[in-house]
């Protein structure tokens, strides 16, 4: 992702699952004009909350200090716990907007209340967030339903690094998004992922 930031110039994203890290989400709040960082378990949220949170100040302290950013979050434990509440923060003088939210898969009210806060992505993020064939249903539902939702919904796309545990989940993954009228395309890593973590970019 860091070598592919201006796919996210300009755009909104959302991560799916984002967990306590939210690493991707994270990444691509150095690019796009808006990120929601999104997990359906109460505990790891707050968690997450907290490393937005220093994420955020960590590069307003950096920025200031005339530096580029080099590390994003710091905390990966997700017994952690932090003040409730939603995040949203200007992470720079654009005023990116980088927020954290409850999103339950393939629960309608859970998804409109994003789409109520003015949530209109043209770019979802999930990193092995399918770890079991019974998630793909209701993960596929609620991407399609944010497709439909998208400023440009033929162009709008999941971006899914996906770590095969069990043949079965996979091909459910490529059927049922084939059944919800979705293109699939596989891209192997070798194929976006700089060579040498110099040739990053810092912004």
Request: aromatic share 6%; hydrophobic share 40%.
């Amino acid at each position: 992702m860091a070598s592919q930031g201006e796919r996210f110039r300009g755009q909104q994203a959302i991560e799916l699952g984002a967990g306590c890290a939210g690493l991707p989400g994270l990444i691509a709040s150095r690019f796009a004009r808006g990120v929601l960082l999104t997990d359906g378990n109460a505990g790891v949220l707050e968690t997450l909350r907290r490393n937005v949170v220093e994420s955020i100040e960590q590069k307003k302290g950096q920025e200031k200090r005339g530096e580029s950013s080099t590390r994003i979050g710091s905390s990966s434990n997700c017994s952690s716990t932090t003040p409730k509440g939603t995040i949203s923060n200007s992470t720079n003088s654009d005023s990116k907007r980088v927020e954290v939210a409850s999103l339950v898969w393939g629960d309608e009210e859970s998804v409109q209340s994003i789409l109520d806060d003015g949530w209109r992505p043209q770019i979802l993020l999930g990193a092995d967030i399918l770890c079991w064939i019974d998630f793909v249903i209701p993960l596929l539902q609620t991407v399609k339903f944010l497709f439909l939702q998208a400023p440009e919904p033929l162009q709008a796309v999941l971006y899914l690094g996906f770590v095969n545990r069990a043949n079965a989940t996979e091909r459910e993954l490529y059927a049922q998004a084939i059944v919800m009228g979705m293109r699939v395309t596989r891209i192997p890593a070798d194929s976006f992922l700089p060579s040498d973590k110099e040739d990053w970019p810092a912004e």
